[in-house]
T-cell receptor, first 115, second 114 residues
């Protein structure tokens, strides 16, 4: 089954404790993205990757890092989480080769709480 | 800056009522437009998309949207809503050839009363 998976689905942590949220897709997509969803603000893009070893900042990259060492994986790293990073996070992927370059497939979400 | 606006933050309807959710974008170039739905506790699912051609786009579950270039709008419609349509709806846009830069509106939370 074609899908985007994220782990963990729920995470409660404390300020300053480094964490990583994993994202994996099995559709051989070139593009992968991370978004955060906050009430009234919709989804805002954190980082995106156009292919392996190619990443770029989205609208709200501060406090986040990403890496793209393999095509299927795109982990989101919070080196020193703060309470304002409490949010719902979504990973997404899309392909340019299918003729539908901007149709993004979303993962199930990771609800992060930073105390 | 490019933006997507959804003016209705919360909408409450009774079953069988007609639905129209507004979406406006501020891009000047060729745009690709989307509506996503998020059911309670679930991830986003694509309802419909517009890339080019017929400005009236039909999606899943009886939803449709009309692209009106002169109004920079892409409103979502459904003639008769059901209780199961209770969800949050997001309009999104990207400029053609802008890579992965998808911009979302703030979302509209729809509640359908049985």
């Amino acid at each position: 089954e074609a899908q985007v998976t994220q782990n963990p689905r729920y995470l409660i942590t404390v300020t300053g404790k480094k964490l990583t949220v994993t994202c994996s897709q099995n559709m051989n997509h070139e593009y992968m993205s991370w978004y955060r969803q906050d009430p009234g603000l919709g989804l805002r893009q954190i980082y995106y990757s156009m292919n392996v070893e190619v990443t770029d900042k989205g609208d709200v990259p501060e406090g986040y890092k990403v890496s793209r060492k393999e095509k299927r994986n795109f982990p989101l790293i919070l080196e020193s989480p703060s309470p304002n990073q409490t949010s719902l996070y979504f990973c997404a992927s899309s392909s340019r080769t299918s003729g539908r370059p901007y149709e993004q497939y979303f993962g199930p979400g990771t609800r992060l709480t930073v105390t | 800056a490019q933006s997507v606006s959804q003016h209705n933050h919360h909408v409450i309807l009774s079953e069988a009522a007609s639905l129209e959710l507004g979406c406006n974008y501020s891009y000047g170039g060729t745009v690709n437009l989307f509506w996503y739905v998020q059911y309670p506790g679930q991830h986003l699912q694509l309802l419909l998309k517009y890339f080019s051609g017929d400005p009236l786009v039909k999606g899943i579950k009886g939803f449709e949207a009309e692209f009106i270039k002169s109004k920079f709008s892409f409103n979502l419609r459904k003639p008769s809503v059901q209780w199961s349509d209770t969800a949050e709806y997001f309009c999104a846009a990207t400029v053609y050839n802008a890579g992965n830069m998808l911009t979302f509106g703030g979302g509209t939370r729809l509640m359908v009363k049985p």
